[in-house]
């Protein structure tokens, strides 16, 4: 059984930092693709990036260049999140996710097989 649990949030004044973290169990990441979503309330779950195993490479949605930065560590099977100069729009609940292998966008939240419980990050102003 594969379980995703993400640790890390709280609450922030804006400008401030804030690295969210991943443990995932009962399935290594080495080979998959992992991603954080973000959702708030009344409105449908974002992605805000993604890091790709086969390339190495990280993506993120446009407004989070920049200031947010993935990372994983495979051989901790974690994957991170360090969100740097908050805004209060990032006020959200944030989640990992694990990508299906057979996906057809990695933007939408049903091409993901797993996901974590969510870790509210809630940014002042």
């Known amino acids: 059984q594969v379980r995703l649990i993400e640790s890390g949030g709280g609450m922030v004044q804006a400008g401030g930092s804030l690295k969210l973290s991943c443990a995932a169990s009962g399935r290594t990441i080495s080979r998959e693709t992992m991603a954080w979503f973000r959702q708030t309330h009344g409105k449908e779950r974002e992605v805000v990036g993604l890091s790709n195993w086969s390339s190495g490479a990280a993506y993120y949605a446009d407004s989070k260049k920049g200031r947010f930065t993935i990372s994983r560590d495979n051989a901790k099977n974690t994957v991170s999140l360090q969100m740097n100069s908050l805004k209060p729009d990032d006020t959200a609940i944030y989640y990992c996710?694990?990508?299906?292998?057979?996906?057809?966008?990695?933007?939408?939240?049903?091409?993901?097989?797993?996901w974590g419980q969510g870790t509210q990050v809630l940014v002042s102003s």
């Open positions: 996710a694990m990508l299906k292998s057979t996906y057809r966008n990695y933007e939408d939240p049903v091409d993901y097989e797993y």
